[in-house]
């Protein structure tokens, strides 16, 4: 490896050390594509001049005026008011994504109440901090409501829903998980699983790991259906990361408790999905 070759893209500030950038994918194009939370400031999610709460796309291989890369003529921004890197915003902590052929999927994780996934089209609007899942959001009280919600920003875009959601409890105050993580559509030999969307959750509580792999079914409209992913034996991580390499799908994950240490050296785990 060539140390000295290394050239600095991005580098922006963050006010808070959390909520910040998550994966980054090269997808249709050649162009890089990366997501970045909202650095805990909900309001960052609908505001075009930071690339905040947001999905960035640039090119790698060009140059725009003093920029360390270079800016497609058809992101949705370019001529027009707001940053020209955005290719989707109003999204609060998109930190695993990942594309499956052209459609690029993404967890996003909310905040009190509701967990989300949404497929992400050039120029969306997903809602944040306006909406929650499918759900009306209080960006002042932080708290997610039902009811009549808004239905277009400001600027008057639609304010897209996401493809499926769950909530952090059961209604009986079980706990379900606090953070989506965002997988892959699996291509693999798997029959039960083939073109399946396997994402993860994850802890359930603080002492003890999630253990959970969720299945959901693509749909070209409308909510995805959702079912438990069953390993033999009962699935003994949290699930951190998703991955799949020539069609097999693996989990990355940790049997160390949130409360000790996730990324722990001596409890980190890789499976490999078999049927």
């Known amino acids: 490896m060539d140390t000295s070759s290394e050239r600095v893209l991005l580098d922006m500030p963050w006010e808070r050390a959390i909520h910040q950038s998550g994966t980054i994918e090269f997808g249709p194009g050649g162009y890089l594509y990366g997501a970045l939370g909202d650095g805990l400031n909900p309001f ?3 505001d075009l001049d930071t690339l905040k709460g947001c999905i960035i796309r640039i090119d790698m291989d060009g140059q725009t005026g003093d920029l360390a890369y270079g800016i497609s003529e058809d992101n949705p921004l370019v001529g027009s008011e707001g940053c020209d890197e955005l290719y989707a915003w109003g999204l ?3 930190w695993k994504m990942a594309f499956s052929d052209d459609r690029l999927i993404v967890g996003d994780v909310g905040q009190a109440t509701w967990e ?3 497929v992400i089209e050039r120029g969306g609007n997903y809602g944040w901090p306006l909406k929650d899942g499918f759900h009306c959001h209080d960006p002042q009280l932080g708290t997610s409501t039902g009811g009549e919600c808004v239905r277009e920003s400001d600027r008057g875009e639609p304010l897209i829903d996401p493809v499926l959601e769950f909530p952090h409890f059961y209604d009986d105050g079980d706990a379900i998980g606090f953070a989506v993580i965002g997988g892959y559509v699996h291509t693999g030999d798997i029959g039960t699983l083939h073109d399946e969307y ?3 959750v994850f802890t359930s509580s ?4 999630a253990r959970r792999l969720i299945a959901a079914t693509p749909q070209d409209s409308g909510r995805w259906p959702t079912r438990e992913g069953r390993v033999e034996g ?3 991580i949290q ?3 998703l991955c799949q390499v020539d069609g097999d799908s693996y989990l990355l994950g940790t049997r160390a408790a949130l409360a000790e240490d ?4 001596q409890d980190g785990v890789v499976y490999r999905l078999t049927s």
Do not use: K
Not at 206 to 209: D, E, L, P, V
Not at 262 to 265: A, H, I, K
């Open 92 to 94: 609060r902590n998109p």
């Open 206 to 209: 603080f002492r003890s790991a």
């Open 44 to 46: 960052n999610g609908q």
């Open 116 to 118: 989300e996934v949404n």
């Open 198 to 200: 396997l994402f993860g």
């Open 234 to 236: 009962g699935l003994d």
């Open 262 to 265: 996730p990324l722990s050296q």
């Open 239 to 241: 699930v951190l990361s």
